[in-house]
T-cell receptor, first 113, second 112 residues
Framework: AQSVTQLDSQVPVFEEAPVELRCNYSSSVSVYLFWYVQYPNQGLQLLLK??????LVKGINGFEAEFNKSQTSFHLRKPSVHISDTAEYFC???????????FGEGTQLTVNP | ETGVTQSPTHLIKTRGQQVTLRCSSQ?????VSWYQQALGQGPQFIFQ???????GRGNFPPRFSGLQFPNYSSELNVNALELDDSALYLC???????????FGPGTRLTVT
């Protein structure tokens, strides 16, 4: 069984500030890790994914995430956020890229001017 | 290249009715997964279809059923609708179980 815990349901930040969205996971098997973004009234867009190799993964829109196997974490970071980054962010795990994904509850990132 | 499309965008049904949601997969993809996203929650896996066969199912009752057609488009059917079925239904397509999943915009179902 797999589970994902997103530690913050809401994260308010000011524009141009750094941000970290936290994600912990639990799984009895090796998993792939994903971060998705969802803008209002839209579907999910993949930000980045960790499959293997380097533990620091770079994604779209300036986001990056670091896989930490010992802490079973996959935190998402951005050094300087924009108003347009305001959205819901979901962390997910899956046994492969195309298999069933288990999602966290989501973190609402609100960037204020 | 056409992305994943879903229809309808919104619909309203009454408790006890039946509903069919449709998903067209991205060109070249042969796998479709369906997810239910209740308000304020993360998506939950309903089931996956690969080459017209069900290939995995989440913790949903049998009144949730699906089909995949030879062109790899898919339908999600829900019978005996309940108020708790109100949600955004997302489909995602991929090329097999190793391909990245691309999500459609979703269908918002409201059950009254």
């Amino acid at each position: 069984a797999q589970s994902v815990t997103q530690l913050d349901s809401q994260v308010p930040v000011f524009e141009e500030a750094p941000v970290e969205l936290r994600c912990n996971y639990s799984s009895s098997v090796s998993v792939y890790l994903f971060w998705y973004v969802q803008y209002p009234n839209q579907g999910l867009q993949l930000l980045l994914k960790y499959l293997s190799g380097s533990t620091l993964v770079k994604g779209i829109n300036g986001f990056e995430a670091e896989f930490n196997k010992s802490q079973t974490s996959f935190h998402l970071r951005k050094p300087s956020v924009h108003i347009s980054d305001t959205a819901e962010y979901f962390c997910a795990v899956g046994e492969t890229s195309g298999s069933r994904l288990t999602f966290g509850e989501g973190t609402q990132l609100t960037v204020n001017p | 290249e056409t992305g994943v499309t879903q229809s309808p965008t919104h619909l309203i049904k009454t408790r006890g009715q039946q509903v069919t949601l449709r998903c067209s997969s991205q060109s070249g993809h042969n796998t479709v997964s369906w997810y239910q996203q209740a308000l304020g929650q993360g998506p939950q896996f309903i089931f996956q279809y690969y080459r017209e066969e069900e290939n995995g199912r989440g913790n949903f009752p049998p009144r949730f059923s699906g089909l995949q057609f030879p062109n790899y488009s898919s339908e999600l059917n829900v019978n005996a609708l309940e108020l708790d079925d109100s949600a955004l239904y997302l489909c995602a397509s991929s090329f097999g179980s190793l391909g990245e999943q691309y999500f459609g915009p979703g269908t918002r179902l409201t059950v009254t």
